[in-house]
């Protein structure tokens, strides 16, 4: 009311600078012109805002809205697109609408489609055609279960980063050399089988793909940062073939299914393999990569449901990566009714640059395996293995069980460097497993540089 009686108005008083300022931070265009009620000269400003965003509009009012900006001719920083899934389009929809937003020309370019309207099934989905959007140099597509194609001509000139999530495929072969000035590139795709990449300026790279992986060809000079999920795991026939000389940071995942038999003997199987390197550093002379700790593994492994050799070994599987050497063991180990001792010796056994171990038992061990199991049937409790640079062991779902104080021993005699041993006690434990934990505490008078820390379930120590 005020504001009404101040002869020509505060509101129109205001610099154009801040009025575009509050009318950007609205964060919807909808909302801006709105504002036109406030003042004729807000009015006038709306139709100059750098920056668009429309979210949740009507397919059809959308497309008005884009045609009307086109015909004033506005030049755009940033143009949001988002349409949730109460409006669910189909491809050739999608594809209009990518089309209509590469028209405006904005430097950057925002599209979250969340519906598809139809059925598809891998690919079998309708194609969309990703517009050349040659003044944007950033452009990220998140469209639920699309099969992007490239046109038959035309480069992406100025792109620096690329976003591309829950689309279904797109060819990165094709993609990739069409952006030169490419710097930044994730994508996350339901049909991602290669991962083919070639880019002189790339610096980070981050791919999460949903089907199984065949190859892998990075070749990027200038890539820091990597990061490769296969959730779908990797197919027989995986092939990797990496150049990156000043990576810096690398993280791989694996998921692996039931299907692919990777694990360890016939009781244990790997369900999952993450390794990360947060930090890298580069060899001056050879080009090589030199890994510097801390490299990070984590293992989930698993109890077989059918006792059957595993066709393929981990370590068989670790050597297709860049890394065999870790500084940081992680296993989980899930629903161990199984003696776990053999399983855990061979892995410090296969990496002795391991620094800090750490187990965790996941789920209630009900029973006991049979008699005839074959996770021990060998002579691992007199074992001695050289962990010359093991010296913190953490164990979580410590039940006391008599084999599980006996990898504790065979850790601790073959531990020279060893300095803390930790031990989370599972509800496991009772009055059955009494004799078994004072055996434990034993072990503190027998290595006394050796700290033991034994914590309650509730974290009492």
Known sequence: MALRQCGTGLISALPDDLIFEFLIRLRCARAAVRTSLLSRRWRLLCNRLPELRFRDIAPDHLDAALASVATAGRVLSLLEIHVSDLHPLQSHRISS???????????????????????????????VELPCVRRA??????????????????DFPALESISLVLCCHIDLADLVPRCPRLRKLRISSLMLFSV????????????VAHGP????????PSLKKLQLKALGGLDNEFSLSFSAPLLEKLQWMWCCSSSQSVGFGQIWRLTLLNMNIPKMTNGSESGSTDL???RHLLLNIEPSVILTDAVKSIEGQLSRFLVTSFSFLDLMIGKANH???PLVLRLLGANTSIQRLRVKICGVREEACSANCPCDHTNWRSQRISLTNLKKVEIEGFAGESHEVDLLKVILRSAAMLQTVSLRLS????????GCMEEVSQLSKVYPS????????????
């Not at 020309?105 to 599209?111: K, Q, Y």
């Not at 050796?450 to 120590?461: A, D, E, K, M, P």
Request: a positive charge; aromatic letters at 6%.
């Open 97 to 127: 609408l990518l089309h209509a937003a590469a028209r405006l020309a904005p430097a950057v370019l925002n599209v979250c489609i969340l519906g598809l309207e139809g059925k598809w099934s891998g690919a079998m989905a309708d194609a």
């Open 427 to 434: 509800r496991k434990v009772s009055s059955n497993t009494n």
């Open 137 to 154: 140099t950033s452009l990220k597509l998140e469209v639920t279960g699309v099969r992007f194609t490239l046109p038959p001509a035309g």
């Open 196 to 207: 083919i990449v070639h880019s002189p300026l790339l610096e980070e790279l981050d791919v």
């Open 339 to 341: 003696v776990y001792g």
């Open 292 to 294: 510097q700790p801390p």
């Open 450 to 461: 050796v700290i033991l820390n034994i914590y309650h379930r509730s974290g009492y120590q």
């Open 213 to 220: 992986v065949r190859r892998i060809y990075i070749s990027a």
